[in-house]
């Protein structure tokens, strides 16, 4: 899978970096995605995704996580449909935005690590945009299982 990783706050360390691409590409590879697949995500602080969120969600508070599906049809949408013998782009999830600040905080307030509260919102992005969502309680229950699942497969288990 190709992911492009984006750190707008320059306080992310390399290490995190490559540890949050392994992650994905594993996730990916847990639900088996084509290779071809690309994403991207953004670590920004709680400023950054407060705009984001006033504007696309319309709440005026910083979030821990927001993602942009691209294969989600949005209000009077047709949707873009390719032959799959004639496919000559990858195909696009879309972007996840992570605030670093949130994540800090999260994790201070949850008694884990700050690699893994990161590696948990990456996942739990990572599903929004492959369609998994928890607006009913058996979808909660169904992406959070998945999300678990995938976490403690790779090694983020909580401590």
Do not use: C, W
Not at 26 to 39: G, K, N, S, V, W
Not at 62 to 74: C, K, M, N, Q, Y
Not at 108 to 131: C, T
């Amino acid at each position: 899978m190709d992911i492009t990783i984006m750190d707008e706050t320059k306080k992310v360390t390399p290490e995190l970096i490559k540890q949050t691409e392994k992650l994905l590409d594993f996730a990916a590879d847990y639900i088996d995605l084509p290779e071809d697949t690309e994403m991207s995500v953004t670590f920004m602080d709680n400023a950054a995704i407060q705009v984001i969120n006033r504007e696309y969600r319309g709440k005026d508070m910083p979030t821990d996580v927001i993602s942009f599906a691209l294969e989600e049809d949005g209000e009077d949408e047709m949707p873009i449909i390719f032959d799959s013998e004639d496919e000559l782009f990858p195909r696009n999830l879309g972007d996840i935005m992570i605030s670093i600040e949130r994540a800090q905080e999260q994790a201070a307030e949850y008694g884990h690590s700050y690699e893994r509260e990161l590696g948990f919102l990456a996942v739990h992005g990572f599903l929004h945009i492959n369609g998994y969502d928890h607006m009913t309680p058996e979808d909660e229950k169904e992406m959070f299982d998945l999300q678990d699942e995938i976490l403690d497969a790779y090694g983020l288990k909580r401590e």
